[in-house]
């Protein structure tokens, strides 16, 4: 994999020193704006990164990259996918993959014409805890209750209350608590239970944005609560509550670090299989895999997975009556 990284926000900077030591990750190109080059130049001498545009095409062009990882605002990510497919270049692109239904259909359709990979970043997806999840589901007996929650008080809610409104809280960028943070629960939980028959979505709306909410996703037999927050400190937690037990998780559902067995019979197991330094080190090492194997089933596969969730994301967006970019 020869990267370019397309954005030089936070995310970025808390990965960058991971990519370096994955092997078959080369960081071929950073591209940013005219106005941030200095930070770019700055980023790449740090992590020898060998080239910095500000031109988007004219990274494309460059034969020295053959993917490109999408990470600048929500509301870009279609139209830099499109661009880097367009030039035949694989795409990693960032949580929430896209804002329209449509937009994810014409992105899967292009990589599929031309047998490149394109996948969402969702790093809980790859992480073997959630893995042992998703086997180990059956030992709660039959489902009743999940409920996920991610709450943070967000470094930018200040300056947003203030009238600084940056990307994630601009629903004109696709910001909002059900799309920066809630995606994360509606991941977790659909990659495990599946889509629901129902979702409603009831969001604390401020300046016109949800800044924290609530979305309950109905099944035949099961309910599930996804809340997020980003205007409130709380503990963050995810319980799956069956006939036979409980599994639990102490943290945000970006990042699923510990599990915990507790079953009827006395049964109590503790579950911590992931060691990686950072959570994106496992789905980047998927990433390496699939492109070096040109492993479109499972491309399909996590593509299947991603338009499942941006459908469920897009019925609560709808319930509420928000719009989005």
Not at 21 to 47: D, F, M, Y
Not at 134 to 154: A, P
Not at 197 to 226: F, H, I, N
Not at 254 to 269: A, C, F, K, P
Request: proline content about 5%.
């Amino acid at each position: 994999m020869r990267l370019a990284v397309v954005g030089a926000g936070k995310i970025v900077a808390e990965f960058l020193p991971h990519a370096r030591q994955i092997p078959g990750v080369t960081l071929a190109a950073i591209v940013g704006t005219e106005r941030s080059r200095a930070k770019l130049e700055q980023t790449a001498a740090t992590h020898g990164i060998p080239s910095v545009f500000t031109d988007l095409d004219a990274c494309l062009a460059d034969p020295a990259v053959d993917t490109v990882w999408v990470a600048v605002p929500n509301v870009l990510h279609a139209d830099v996918a499109r661009r880097a497919l367009l030039a035949g270049k694989n795409v990693v692109c960032e949580k929430p993959f896209v804002l329209r239904a449509e937009d994810l259909a014409e992105l899967r359709a292009l990589a599929e014409e031309r047998g490149l990979i394109l996948v969402e970043a969702i790093s809980t997806q790859y992480l073997a805890n959630v893995e042992w999840m998703r086997r180990n589901l059956s030992r709660l007996g039959d489902l009743r209750l999940v409920q996920c929650e991610y709450s943070q008080y967000s470094s930018r809610y200040d300056a947003f209350r203030a009238g600084d409104v940056a990307p994630a809280f601009d629903p004109a960028a696709g910001g909002g608590a059900l799309m920066d943070l809630g995606i994360y629960a509606l991941h977790l939980v659909v990659g495990l239970v599946g889509a629901p028959d129902s979702v409603v979505y009831t969001p604390r709306m401020e300046r016109g944005v949800d800044t924290s909410g609530v979305a309950v996703l109905g099944y035949p037999d099961l309910t599930a609560v996804c809340v997020a927050a980003k205007d409130s400190p709380g503990p963050s937690r995810t319980k799956i509550q069956g006939t036979q037990g409980v599994m639990i998780v102490d943290g945000p559902p970006n990042e699923i670090v510990v599990v915990e067995l507790q079953l009827r019979d006395g049964t109590s197991e503790r579950i911590a299989l992931d060691d990686d330094p950072h959570r994106m080190t496992a789905e980047f090492r998927a990433f390496v895999r699939m492109i070096a194997e040109h492993d479109l089933a499972e491309r399909d596969r996590r593509l299947d997975h991603s338009a499942a969730v941006l459908d469920v994301a897009l019925r609560a967006v709808a319930s509420a009556g928000l719009r989005l970019g």
